[in-house]
């Protein structure tokens, strides 16, 4: 009986010494490969829920940025603030950044060819691409300065929202939520407009560039510079002479209240209509192509560029 009982601890002392080098050793071994690929799933699907945008142009990328909020990724192309983006060369980068979104946003009217042929290369049937042009029905040779008309703007938020809920149905109602805000904040840029077509309607004015165009016609001031060398120099091409004697002359007349001056278009010709202007007291006004500081929203940049116009119309209603 002794001999069994000492057979009994000793078999019970050699299971108890098994189980816990067993244990042990499950213990220290590495995570199965079954629970890494489920993290690394995971993470792919949340990186997959972002919607990849891409804008050809900050003013444009701005806009979808805010409506899109914390469901999109956007990369918008030019925003170089020393460069004129009507002269821009895409590259390799580029190219990849547009065939990796799932909608792209373009300006259209010969302003950003170069994205279209970025879209027609990589020729992906599941991508959403808006282009600004078509959408207002306007043609590839229309005054390309589209996001400098209110009304061009409303129509393309309107249909940046329509094309999130298309292609994330899911969030819909954080859209929507989004598609109000920006709406109210809009509204301030808008009022400003209507404010100085209230106080300065009819009131001439001068461009270097078609860039102002649009802007003129909203606040309902008289554009009077030549259009042939406002669009020549939109392009790059030397203005006819006739058209810069003209310009000349209208502001040596003391008849135009203000000069919108393009930063990102210039030239020696137009140096020479700013310095002219500065003779005759004509104040300037500077406005850009790209939203600038490129940190700033649309809306407070556009804002700020018509503080400036409302303050130079003021000083020269003024006499100052």
């Known amino acids: 009986m002794q ?6 601890v000793v078999v019970l002392v050699i299971v108890i010494l098994v189980g816990t080098v067993a244990g042990l050793y499950f213990l220290n071994q590495p995570a199965s490969s079954t629970s890494s690929t489920i993290s690394q799933d995971t993470a792919s699907t949340m990186q997959n829920s972002t919607l990849q945008i891409v804008a050809a142009e900050n003013f444009w990328g701005s806009l979808i940025s805010q409506l899109g909020g914390t469901h999109v990724h956007v990369v918008s192309i030019v925003t170089d603030p020393n460069a004129d983006p009507h002269e821009y060369e895409s590259n390799s ?9 799932s909608f792209v946003i373009v300006n259209g009217a010969g302003y950003d060819t170069w994205a279209l042929s970025l879209i027609a290369a990589d020729n992906n049937p599941n991508q959403k691409v808006l282009n600004v042009q078509e959408l207002i029905g306007q043609s590839i040779g229309a005054n390309p300065h589209f996001w400098y008309s209110p009304y061009y703007v409303n129509d393309t938020v309107k249909a940046m929202y329509a094309n999130l809920l298309s292609i994330d149905p899911t969030n819909a109602a954080y859209y929507q939520q989004q598609y109000v805000a920006l709406n109210s904040s809009l509204g301030v840029y808008n ?9 300065f309607a009819g009131t001439k004015v001068a461009s270097t560039e078609s860039i102002f165009e649009y802007l003129a016609n909203a606040t309902g001031l008289d554009l009077i510079s030549p259009p042939a060398f406002m669009e020549a120099v939109a392009e790059g091409n030397d203005p006819p002479a006739q058209s810069v004697v003209q310009f000349e002359q209208q502001i040596q007349s003391g008849n135009v209240s203000v000069l919108v001056y393009n930063e990102q278009t210039v030239t020696p010709l137009t140096q020479s209509i700013k310095a002219l202007a500065a003779q005759h007291n004509v104040p300037i006004v500077g406005v850009t192509e790209t939203i600038q500081p490129p940190d700033v929203s649309f809306q407070v940049w ?8 409302q303050n130079a119309l003021n000083a020269q209603a003024l006499g100052q």
């Open 302 to 309: 556009m804002n700020a560029e018509l503080i400036s116009l």
């Open 3 to 8: 001999k069994n009982a000492y057979l009994v």
């Open 191 to 199: 009022e400003r407009i209507g404010e100085i077509k209230e106080q």
């Open 93 to 101: 980068a580029d190219a990849i950044a547009i065939a990796d979104a």
